[in-house]
């Protein structure tokens, strides 16, 4: 198990890039963290998920 924002999913085994696609995020104007480490967006389609990793998905807003 994963744990994505505070939820589990059997995401083990995923990248990055097809993880944010089950969840419906788009790859703009986000950040991923794994485990405390920010991974670079031209990672995405590389990093693969890890049973026990913790990530998180943070997106920007604007305004102003």
Do not use: Q
């Not at 790859?27 to 998180?56: C, F, H, Q």
């Amino acid at each position: 198990m994963v744990k994505v924002n505070g939820e589990n999913y059997d995401f083990a085994g995923l990248t990055v890039l097809e993880m944010l696609g089950k969840l419906g995020f788009s790859t703009e104007r986000i950040a991923v963290e794994i485990n405390l480490e920010i991974v670079p967006k031209a990672s995405y389609s590389a990093a693969a998920l890890k049973d026990e990793d913790t990530v998180e998905v943070v997106s920007f807003v604007g305004g102003g």
